[in-house]
Nanobody, 121 residues
């Protein structure tokens, strides 16, 4: 009963920037780790950025130094700032969150529906 909605995708030229947002809503007792994944055309979905409940972060090598993941716990929102975008960054971007709906419920993973990012001249 947790919904994730991504926003901020679009088309940009190489070298440009975009900021993605993912807002969680519904019945939320606690949000734990959150992450961004992406699926390039014709390829599998891969983890690209991760942020823990205490703001520890990690990135896959292809985006490290260019992308920054952050979160605002007051808004139940995770962000992905993407700088120096390259054509190979073209993909559908998805957010993921681990959450409990009550104190006694199990931790489950939730997915957004994705937002398209296209990088081309």
């Amino acid at each position: 009963q947790v919904q994730l909605v991504e926003s901020g995708g679009g088309s940009v030229q190489p070298g440009g920037s975009l900021r993605l947002s993912c807002a969680a809503s519904g019945t939320i007792f606690r949000l734990d780790a959150m992450a961004w994944y992406r699926r390039p055309p014709g390829k599998q979905r891969d983890l690209i950025a991760y942020i823990s409940s205490d703001d520890t972060t990690n990135y896959t090598g292809s985006v490290r130094g260019r992308f920054t993941i952050s979160r605002d716990n007051r808004k139940n929102t995770v962000y992905l700032q993407m700088n120096n975008l390259k054509p190979e960054d073209t993909a559908v971007y998805y957010c993921n969150a681990a959450a409990r709906t009550t104190l006694f419920s199990t931790v489950k993973n939730y997915w957004g529906l994705g937002t398209q990012v296209t990088v081309s001249s």
